[in-house]
């Protein structure tokens, strides 16, 4: 097969399936190549500067690309020239973010080609009139979810319109302020979503009105109430077992104890039999760290300590450990 055979097929493929409605999805590959190619129509970025893509992140529908540059001669890891999303069913551009870009303007590196004032405002503006952020309390968060270190990363907070994924972008202010940044302003209404850890796939607003009036700022007020989501929940086994002293066994034969988890308030009582008893605490939440304890109620000095566990939340059945009396 000859050269230009070779290099017929693949344009043959795509003609014949744009004919038959066949769609190609974009790849990561394809939209680092698209973002490299718009921040070249952007900015006029002079030779001694190179760009390089990070490692794309894939959400529903969406892919997100991040653009670092480094000079020429640097070995570092870079800094942030730039971040993409595009839409995968349509290669379109939803969100594109020079402000990493803005920061190395200041010491002269990127020739505009305009007034820098000038540019800065042209595409605020149009980055402005395009994209909106929501924003709201996560209420009622359960203590043991607000006592995970970085607990957002267990989060993925999104909008959809239409069926559609249009922001992925959350950030969280404080403790319990979360933000959804790059809500296109265009669109009429978004359904805000989420998957959280220890939760199934969550409709959190079925419906947040977009004001095409005000196609700036922020929409606040959309708050998350968790007493209204209902957590995954699975009953664990507890098995309590006593030191193997002859002399003094921390949980001899007949002693009474108490099994606690420590974050969600459940107890039980249980009886050694030979230096062993089992616990079943029902309902205890998934997906997050908690903690569990064991007391000898007839002799206090004697407990027992488990976790922080996660509990996986996959698994119909009684979910199982070990706690050793000392």
Same mark, same amino acid.
């Given at each position: 097969?000859?050269?230009?055979e070779?290099k017929?097929?693949?344009?043959?493929?795509?003609?014949l399936?744009?004919?038959?409605?066949?769609?190609?999805?974009?790849?990561p590959?394809?939209?680092?190549?698209l973002a490299?190619?718009?921040?070249?129509e952007?900015?006029?970025?002079?030779?001694s500067?190179?760009? #390089?893509?990070?490692?794309?992140k894939?959400f529903?529908?969406?892919?997100?690309?991040?653009l670092n /540059?480094?000079?020429?001669?640097?070995?570092?890891?870079g800094?942030?020239?730039?971040? /993409?999303e595009?839409?995968?069913?349509?290669?379109r551009?939803?969100?594109?973010d020079?402000?990493g870009?803005?920061?190395?303007?200041?010491?002269g590196?990127?020739d505009?080609?305009?007034?820098?004032?000038?540019?800065?405002?042209?595409l605020?503006r149009e980055t402005?009139?395009?994209?909106?952020?929501i924003?709201?309390?996560?209420?009622?968060?359960?203590? /043991?979810?607000?006592d995970?270190?970085?607990?957002?990363?267990?989060?993925?907070?999104w909008?959809?319109?239409?069926?559609?994924?249009?922001?992925t972008e959350?950030?969280?202010?404080?403790?319990?302020?979360?933000?959804l940044?790059?809500?296109?302003a265009?669109?009429?209404s978004v359904?805000?979503?989420?998957?959280?850890?220890?939760?199934?796939?969550?409709?959190?607003?079925?419906?947040v009105?977009?004001?095409p009036?005000?196609?700036a700022g922020?929409?606040?007020?959309?708050d998350?109430? #968790?007493?209204?989501?209902?957590?995954i929940?699975?009953?664990?086994?507890?098995?309590?077992?006593?030191t193997?002293?002859?002399?003094?066994?921390?949980f001899?034969n007949?002693?009474?104890?108490?099994?606690y988890?420590?974050e969600?308030g459940?107890?039980?009582e249980?009886?050694?039999?030979?230096g062993?008893?089992?616990?079943?605490l029902?309902r205890?939440?998934t997906g997050?760290?908690l903690?569990?304890?064991?007391?000898?109620?007839?002799?206090? #000095?004697? /407990?027992?300590?488990?976790?922080?566990v996660?509990?996986?939340e996959?698994?119909?059945?009684?979910?199982?450990?070990?706690?050793l009396?000392k």
């Amino acid at each position: 097969m000859s050269a230009k055979e070779v290099k017929f097929i693949p344009l043959l493929m795509i003609f014949l399936g744009v004919l038959s409605g066949i769609a190609f999805p974009l790849t990561p590959e394809k939209a680092a190549e698209l973002a490299f190619k718009d921040a070249s129509e952007k900015l006029k970025i002079p030779s001694s500067i190179k760009l #390089f893509a990070g490692e794309p992140k894939l959400f529903p529908d969406i892919i997100r690309v991040q653009l670092n /540059y480094r000079e020429e001669g640097n070995s570092g890891v870079g800094s942030l020239f730039a971040e /993409y999303e595009f839409e995968t069913a349509t290669d379109r551009i939803v969100r594109r973010d020079f402000s990493g870009a803005f920061q190395n303007r200041i010491s002269g590196l990127f020739d505009l080609g305009v007034p820098e004032n000038e540019f800065k405002f042209s595409l605020e503006r149009e980055t402005q009139s395009l994209r909106m952020g929501i924003q709201g309390v996560l209420r009622n968060l359960p203590g /043991y979810i607000l006592d995970t270190p970085d607990f957002l990363s267990r989060f993925k907070i999104w909008a959809e319109s239409n069926g559609k994924v249009v922001a992925t972008e959350t950030e969280l202010i404080g403790n319990t302020v979360y933000n959804l940044k790059g809500v296109p302003a265009t669109v009429k209404s978004v359904a805000i979503k989420a998957k959280i850890r220890g939760y199934d796939l969550l409709t959190l607003h079925p419906g947040v009105v977009i004001d095409p009036a005000q196609p700036a700022g922020v929409i606040a007020g959309i708050d998350i109430d #968790f007493h209204n989501l209902k957590p995954i929940e699975r009953d664990i086994r507890i098995i309590v077992q006593s030191t193997s002293s002859q002399e003094s066994p921390s949980f001899p034969n007949g002693a009474r104890a108490r099994v606690y988890a420590r974050e969600t308030g459940q107890t039980v009582e249980v009886i050694s039999v030979n230096g062993m008893a089992e616990a079943l605490l029902q309902r205890i939440p998934t997906g997050w760290p908690l903690r569990f304890m064991a007391i000898n109620l007839d002799q206090g #000095f004697h /407990y027992g300590e488990l976790g922080p566990v996660t509990i996986p939340e996959d698994g119909g059945t009684t979910y199982t450990d070990i706690i050793l009396m000392k």
